[in-house]
């Protein structure tokens, strides 16, 4: 195993509290300074199955950006873990079971093996001081013993987590946790190479890209959002019903994502910030939607967050399969914009951006984001989500004075950068107009005029200047003439930028070319930044190659190589480095 | 007060002669006129067919959506703007077939919308298909031999969601309609009005005369209390499917809270007012403290 770190797996049954117990320990892991991340892997039901959890801890200054396929310490919270991942573990590895768990079915292949497996009360302890809920919390404070992390740092998230249960529930928990730490302790002592100890660190925070994101549409000034559950969405709209009493907020849990999309557009035409989101069919549903937003001018801004396709897919695991269906989606030609953030800071920023750009050009807005974003755990410095640096731009507006000096308001007025200022819809006598989805005039009524048509759909289409002047350049990463280019977007850009790392601190000369802005398409930039590059390989959690074939099509650079991933599970540096080595 | 004249623009309408649209088109100026609403004050949300191009043929901010769409469309404005009377005006395919849907959810959910279903019985827009309240039989392009579905029965499947406020009028019956579109529009929650009509192009079996042979005023005797509800169900069940079609205030509660009554964020007035930070600046470090 590396110095100074430890992948942990916490592996039992749907119904067992494996994820939770993975984000508290996380949690805790982040309280101690140390660079952490989790990632959830589970199925989709709600109660038996196989469900894992990996975390990532490292004490070092450098974020970790993606968990190891390999395992350190391994809590099998049942018989079924330890068979499913005794072929993952690291040598001399820690297994941690309950003494009551019936091992027989694989104890030759734990005998053949090198692994330490301890084998704990961990279930009595839980039931003693509270109940056998508790199990998991007692295993995670063996597993902190036999790694050298303070348990201080568990009690602490115990203390937070389960306030809202009670003094008794966070009193059993922390009592669960110090028999099994101090048993743990006395009868094992420190079974890794090395303690993880804490480090004096800066304030961090321990959160998903979807919390963040959900935080910047809030610190952002949005006012609706109405959407419908479907994995890997849902918590967006779960953070933001919890939270809209308090911030201003109104959210609306609709009948399904056609009225979602459709109750967002209404509240934007009525001049409120507004925003939804769905996954692969719910956003599907939603395209009819989008077609309205375009012709009818209103800002809309629209999460998609991908899982594999077609269809229902593997619901509760990740892809990168719908860059093109968010560039492409909708009947009729219009302008849009599509972000692809790739960090929780990211994602934090990208909603308020995504907002402002939507009004300032009276556009569809898609932040593209993925399963793995929605349910991993990073931990990042509480200074990178600075408040301060969120604006609000709304774009144009016609204020009551100037329509009292207007003979008429014109809605839809042509204009030389296709923008035509707006008006909240009956907040003057002037501002009375008409709406539609069909063709209309520049004061908003219905026409077929080909001299209006053309008119209109010019003006709409104009708007793409400004909107491209808000997308960012590709960022590169790593030594500028490196022997490999490593091009991604979205969530490769951890595993493959910890790859690039590790490749050149071996000896290696690779650096990384990671996409933000997808749409419109950074033309010139990317035959900037790839066009002198050696050897080039692009990197994408799909089969198709959606990047490679827009880095064809528009920048005119061939590709050779390219890593694609779809087996629904993310990529590691390690399954990079093993790729690139074929 | 507003008057007619400010409900007027210079757009002629491209409906049939003979349309029912057309009274249907007077029956709102003049109960927007009735009500004393200026032309500011509403919102008219339509979908798709000809009754739904109705707001490019007044002077109100009107949003002209899909097939099938004005009602979520509308709720949006109205959790938007509280200050606006929203009112949705579509057509039988639009709000019985394609929005079906959104129909049901709109009754149980009671948000204070008038929701205006002007209902012919057929597809005209699209040419002449039958529609989810064409009766069994009808012959069309898309019936050659005739409908074999029964028809949808929108006042019943209202009372059934849970709707606040159900009633039925028809485009010859101006007055009536006028009338209950004035006390629609007075509604605390979800008023829906199944308005029958004319097509004097695609729907000739039931023209003028048919309205004039079948319909009759629920409160003709004086002794019908809307506010009984197995008493409307009753009225409900008797069209589609019998001779008679009655129409009418069938079934209204004041008693029930509209939907955005019950929503907190709403209590500090209309969101499109609000400011979109609407806490001390500080106050949003705790999101961020929340995720230590």
């Given at each position: ?26 949690q805790?892991?982040t309280r ?124 602490s998230v115990?203390e937070d987590n389960?306030r809202v ?37 800066p304030p961090r925070l321990s959160l998903h890209c979807n919390t963040a994101f959900a935080m910047g549409t809030l610190v952002g000034g949005c006012k609706f959002v109405a959407g ?7 918590s967006v709209l779960e953070y933001l019903s919890g939270h809209a009493a308090g911030w201003g907020m109104v959210v609306k849990h ?10 967002t557009?209404?509240a934007a035409?009525a001049g409120v910030r507004a925003m939804t989101g ?21 800002p809309?801004v629209?999460l ?37 953030p790739?960090t929780p800071e990211e994602h934090f920023f990208a909603a308020a951006r995504a907002l402002n750009i939507a009004e300032k050009?009276?556009?569809?807005v898609?932040v ?11 931990c990042r410095d509480r200074s990178l989500f600075d408040l301060d640096a969120i604006t609000v731009e709304r774009g144009k507006w016609?204020t009551a ?21 707006r008006?909240i819809?009956?907040s ?155 | ?75 949006g404005?109205?959790l938007a703007n509280t200050a ?176 955005e009554e019950g929503e907190p964020t709403l209590e500090a007035g209309p969101l499109v007012d609000q400011p979109l930070r609407t806490r001390p600046w500080e106050d949003y470090q705790i999101l961020l403290d929340e995720q230590m």
């Amino acid at each position: 195993m590396p110095a100074n770190e430890i992948s942990f797996r916490i592996g039992g049954e749907a119904g067992q509290g494996v994820e939770s117990s993975g984000a508290g320990f996380c949690q805790a892991l982040t309280r101690a300074g140390l660079q952490v991340i989790g990632v959830p892997s589970y199925f989709e039901r709600i109660r038996g199955g196989h469900n894992h959890y990996s975390i990532r801890a490292a004490n070092r200054e450098k974020p970790v950006w993606s968990v190891r396929e390999t395992v350190d310490v391994l809590l099998a919270l049942n018989a079924e873990t330890v068979a499913e991942h005794l072929n993952c573990m690291s040598p001399n590895g820690v297994i941690i079971v309950d003494e009551d768990t019936d091992l027989e079915a694989m104890q030759s292949e734990l005998d053949e093996s090198d692994v330490q497996l301890l084998s704990v009360p961990i279930k009595e302890i839980a039931v003693k001081h509270g109940s056998d809920v508790m199990t998991n919390t007692a295993a995670l404070a063996v597993a902190a013993a036999v790694s050298g992390f303070d348990v201080k740092y568990m009690m602490s998230v115990i203390e937070d987590n389960f306030r809202v249960k009670g003094d008794k529930i966070v009193n059993a928990n922390q009592a669960v946790a110090q028999e099994a730490y101090d048993l743990a302790t006395d009868q094992y002592g420190l079974l890794v190479s090395e303690a993880l100890g804490d480090r004096e660190s800066p304030p961090r925070l321990s959160l998903h890209c979807n919390t963040a994101f959900a935080m910047g549409t809030l610190v952002g000034g949005c006012k609706f959002v109405a959407g419908y559950p479907m994995t890997p969405w849902s918590s967006v709209l779960e953070y933001l019903s919890g939270h809209a009493a308090g911030w201003g907020m109104v959210v609306k849990h609709a009948e399904d994502e056609i009225a979602a999309v459709n109750m967002t557009i209404g509240a934007a035409y009525a001049g409120v910030r507004a925003m939804t989101g769905s996954s692969g069919g719910g956003f599907d549903l939603m395209t009819e939607g989008i077609s309205l937003a375009a012709m009818t001018e209103t800002p809309l801004v629209v999460l998609l967050a991908q899982r594999p396709g077609p269809a229902t897919g593997l619901s509760t695991r990740t892809a990168q399969g719908d860059l093109m269906l968010a560039i492409y989606a909708a009947h009729g030609e219009f302008p849009r914009i599509v972000l692809a953030p790739h960090t929780p800071e990211e994602h934090f920023f990208a909603a308020a951006r995504a907002l402002n750009i939507a009004e300032k050009y009276q556009c569809l807005v898609i932040v593209l984001t993925d399963h793995y974003f929605a349910n991993t755990v990073t931990c990042r410095d509480r200074s990178l989500f600075d408040l301060d640096a969120i604006t609000v731009e709304r774009g144009k507006w016609i204020t009551a004075q100037e329509l009292d000096d207007m003979d008429e308001y014109d809605r839809f007025a042509v204009t030389d950068d296709g923008v035509s200022p707006r008006v909240i819809p009956g907040s003057h006598p002037k501002a009375v107009f008409l709406t539609t989805s069909n063709e209309h005039r520049e004061d908003g009524h219905i026409s077929e005029d080909p001299y209006v048509v053309v008119d209109q759909i010019s003006k709409r289409n104009r708007k793409l200047e400004g909107m491209r002047s808000e997308i960012r350049p590709p960022l590169r990463e790593g030594p500028e003439n490196a022997d490999l280019t490593m091009v991604t977007w979205g969530s490769t850009y951890g595993p493959a930028l910890e790859a690039m790392e590790i490749l050149n601190e071996n000896g290696g000369s690779a650096n990384m070319v990671h996409f933000v802005d997808m749409w419109p398409f950074p033309t010139r930039a990317v035959q900037e930044a790839l066009s002198d590059a050696k050897r080039i390989v692009v990197i994408e959690g799909n089969i198709t190659g959606p990047l490679a074939h827009l880095i064809e099509t528009h920048a005119d650079i061939p590709i050779q190589e390219r890593i694609n991933k779809y087996d629904g599970r993310h990529f590691t540096y390690e399954y990079i480095l093993a790729q690139l080595e074929d | 007060m507003a008057t007619l004249q400010e409900y007027a623009v210079d757009i002629r309408p491209t409906w049939c002669s003979g349309c029912g649209d057309f009274g249907i088109w007077n029956a709102l100026k003049r109960a927007f006129v009735a009500a004393e609403y200026d032309p500011q004050d509403i919102v008219m949300v339509s979908g798709i067919g000809c009754g739904s191009k109705m707001n490019d043929y007044m002077r109100v901010n009107g949003l002209h959506t899909l097939h099938g769409r004005p009602v979520p469309v509308a709720q949006g404005v109205r959790l938007a703007n509280t200050a606006r009377k929203v009112i949705c005006v579509h057509g039988d395919g639009d709000g019985y077939g394609e929005g079906g849907n959104h129909f049901l959810h709109a009754a149980r959910r009671n948000m204070g919308i008038v929701d205006l279903v002007e209902n012919n019985h057929v597809y005209a827009l699209t040419r002449g298909q039958y529609s989810p309240t064409s009766y069994k039989g009808f012959k069309t392009s898309t019936s050659p031999f005739g409908v074999l579905e029964k028809p949808v029965n929108p006042l019943g499947l209202a009372l059934s969601q849970g709707a606040t406020f159900v009633a039925r009028g028809h485009s010859l019956d101006l007055e009536q309609l006028q009338h209950l579109i004035v006390e629609a529009l007075d509604h605390r929650g979800y008023a829906f009005i199944d308005v029958m009509q004319v097509c004097v192009t695609y729907n000739r079996e039931m023209l003028y005369d048919w309205y004039r042979e079948h319909t009759y005023k629920v409160d003709e005797n004086g002794d019908y209390d809307p506010s009984d509800w197995d008493a409307a169900m009753k009225k409900a069940m008797e069209f589609p499917g019998g001779d008679r079609v009655p129409t009418g205030i069938i079934y209204r509660t004041e008693d029930v809270p509209a939907y955005e009554e019950g929503e907190p964020t709403l209590e500090a007035g209309p969101l499109v007012d609000q400011p979109l930070r609407t806490r001390p600046w500080e106050d949003y470090q705790i999101l961020l403290d929340e995720q230590m």
